[in-house]
């Protein structure tokens, strides 16, 4: 009978559950997050188990990660709890040993971690002052352009001419977003100078704990084209994007510690 | 720890009470520069104003800005929500601009009894000392004309003198939380000292001796890591707590409520007069980012603690818009840095628990890294 680990990872926007067998993964689910984030857990672990034709039986060892781990773990649905800080770094780790440094950009946040060549956290640095560089900033500002979420990336990529933003402040830029389209400056430009002003806030991050190659970037914000060609102009290093959904890496480190943590590593 | 848990919550305690209810008064003052014999010598007693943690600053918000250090606005707020009422008068120093809009806001709508300002120079050169004779000189005029009685050298020197046992004791303390096998935590230190300056220095004698003789039979375990807390003005004792909760013992500081407070015997090297004895003693050992000139000497400090206490990381901690903490703590994270400390430095809000998620993450993860 094989042997099952599971990560649930609790972040702003979005909750995510990942089960692994000997480190690959069996299968994995996303849900937009409930108000509470143990009904989170449930949730999104309770479906991933139920497509997977699993059941919580079948699971060695759970580690939770991201809002609301304790509480998950005094549930007694997950058997410990670990920063979200160190769960994508050894997700990282794990889908590639040679990634040095991990760019996470979630809903509320934006991480860089340092980790060694066993995965262990070295160093990380967190954006967790304001909107700036975190997919909120994205949310706010597609609102301002009128442009969904999801489509932002694409027209920031057939910008011609990208609208350097000069304020970094969600507030702020949302103003001077709402300027440019008075002005009727072209919304792929608005686009792309709103993918320049995320890079460059990401990349002073980065710059904080020391450029370590490869890089590899995490997160929802990860799935935006655009952004990640900006960070890559901005630090001049090539970053690798995960075949796999970006939004998992941390679900998937917290269920390789529930591995490494039940000795059967 | 039974003795503080018994004793230490509230701003008004046992100790306050029996005091005012034998007629007495007492005077509050906020910073550690401030030479408390002058005050028990003229018999009053000397209490450290502190929060404890208060987060809601609604009345104080009318009078300092959003841009001026939470703590401030905090003790503002007890100050004129009449929390404090039981101080007959308030000691002001030139700690730093928050601190000084605190008190004077304080001053002018609670209109204290006795109120005196005392100026602490920013170096520790020798003229600064000659100032600073004269500083406690006046300091210590005000202090006879509030009591209505003249203090001499000898009652000086006595409470020199015992505050050099004080200080013996804290240092006691510190061995005992700094060596193999601690047997007190970060947070039982710091509720300690907070009850330690809210009593009268012979009660905190016997308190702090209590706490030694407790020690003897505790052992601590189960922490991931030993840590130590530095940084600005913290008296949130749930602070520490929640990071001992999290795994990481604090098992060494250098905070303004804590090591930074207690200074080294000043009776042994008894001076011509007892003003220069103080002003030497509180100068010289004044390791706050306020000094100009000092960086070297608070360093210095703070790397014999990471040795004598063999830390495993070290926290820096300060509250928005405290400036002179916010910039000492990236130049002590930077050179912590070179030397390949572990360091995590946090900016955070005073007694706010709005983003206590997001500092539990941090800390946990830098458990997770050095632990």
Redesign the interface.
């Known amino acids: 009978m094989p042997i099952l680990f599971a990560g649930i990872d609790i972040g702003s926007l979005t909750a995510e559950a990942v089960i692994i067998e000997s480190g690959e993964i069996v299968g994995s689910e996303i849900i937009s997050v409930l108000p509470n984030p143990v009904d989170s857990a449930k949730s999104v672990l309770g479906k991933l188990l139920s497509r997977a034709g699993l059941c919580r039986e079948q699971i060695a060892y759970t580690v939770s990660t991201g809002?609301g781990r304790e509480k998950i773990q005094a549930e007694g649905l997950a058997d410990e709890n670990?920063?979200?800080?160190?769960c994508h770094g050894f997700g990282a780790y794990h889908y590639n040993p040679d990634v040095r440094t991990v760019i996470d950009i979630g809903g509320q946040?934006a991480k860089v971690i340092k980790i060694d060549r066993d995965g262990?956290?070295?160093?990380?640095v967190?954006n967790?002052?304001c909107a700036a560089g975190t997919g909120q900033f994205l949310e706010v500002m597609s609102r301002a352009l009128g442009v969904d979420l999801n489509q932002l990336g694409e027209i920031s990529l057939r910008s011609r001419k990208p609208v350097p933003l000069s304020s970094r402040c969600t507030i702020y830029a949302e103003t001077e977003v709402m300027h440019c389209l008075q002005r009727g400056v072209p919304k792929n430009d608005i686009a792309a100078g709103i993918s320049g002003a995320i890079a460059k806030r990401v990349a002073a991050l980065v710059k904080r704990v020391g450029i370590e190659p490869p890089i590899m970037i995490t997160g929802g914000v990860a799935k935006n084209a655009a952004v990640r060609r900006e960070i890559e102009k901005e630090l001049e290093v090539n970053i690798i994007y995960p075949n796999i959904d970006p939004q998992i890496i941390g679900a998937y480190g917290a269920a390789a510690f529930a591995m490494q943590k039940a000795g059967k590593v | 720890m039974e003795l503080i848990s018994s004793q230490a919550p509230g701003l008004e305690n046992d100790h306050v009470i029996r005091w005012k209810q034998s007629g007495r008064s007492i005077v509050g003052y906020t910073c550690v520069a401030t030479p408390t014999e002058i005050i028990e010598a003229g018999g009053l007693l000397p209490y450290r104003i502190r929060a404890l943690g208060n987060g809601n600053t609604e009345i104080a918000d009318a009078h300092l800005s959003r841009f001026n250090c939470s703590f401030c606005r905090s003790c503002l707020q007890l100050g004129l929500d009449g929390s404090y009422d039981f101080l007959d008068g308030i000691i002001e120093t030139n700690g730093c601009d928050h601190l000084r809009g605190m008190i004077e806001n304080w001053v002018y709508q609670r209109r204290p009894r006795f109120f005196h300002y005392l100026k602490v120079p920013h170096l520790g050169d020798s003229a600064s000392i000659e100032y600073f004779v004269e500083e406690i000189k006046i300091y210590k005029k005000a202090i006879e004309e509030f009591v209505g009685r003249s203090i001499s050298d000898q009652q000086i020197w006595e409470q020199i003198g015992r505050q050099d046992r004080i200080s013996d004791k804290i240092r006691t303390i510190y061995r005992i939380r700094e060596g193999e096998k601690p047997s007190i935590t970060g947070a039982e230190t710091l509720a300690l000292f907070l009850l330690a300056t809210a009593m009268p220095a012979n009660d905190a004698e016997n308190t702090l001796q209590r706490a030694i003789d407790d020690c003897k039979d505790r052992a601590l375990d189960g922490y991931k890591a030993r840590l130590l807390l530095g940084g600005s003005a913290t008296d949130e004792v749930d602070f520490v707590a929640m990071i001992e909760r999290l795994g990481g013992l604090v098992v060494t500081d250098t905070l303004c409520y804590g090591a930074r407070a207690f200074r080294p015997r000043l009776l042994e090297g008894k001076r011509t007069d007892p003003y220069l004895t103080l002003a030497n003693g509180y100068l010289e050992n004044l390791l706050c980012p306020r000094m100009i000139d000092g960086f070297r000497s608070r360093l210095s400090f703070l790397l014999d603690a990471i040795e004598r206490a063999a830390v495993d990381g070290v926290v820096l901690v300060h509250n928005k818009f405290c400036d002179l903490h916010g910039i000492d703590n990236v130049q002590l994270r930077l050179a912590l840095e070179r030397e390949s400390i572990?360091v995590l430095q946090i900016?955070k809000e005073y007694g706010a628990r709005a983003?206590i998620?997001?500092l539990k993450?941090?800390i946990?993860?830098f458990l997770?890294?050095i632990g």
């Open positions: 809002y670990m920063s979200e800080i160190s946040d262990k956290l070295l160093n990380f967190m967790d002052k | 572990p900016e983003d998620g997001r993450t941090r946990q993860a997770e890294r």
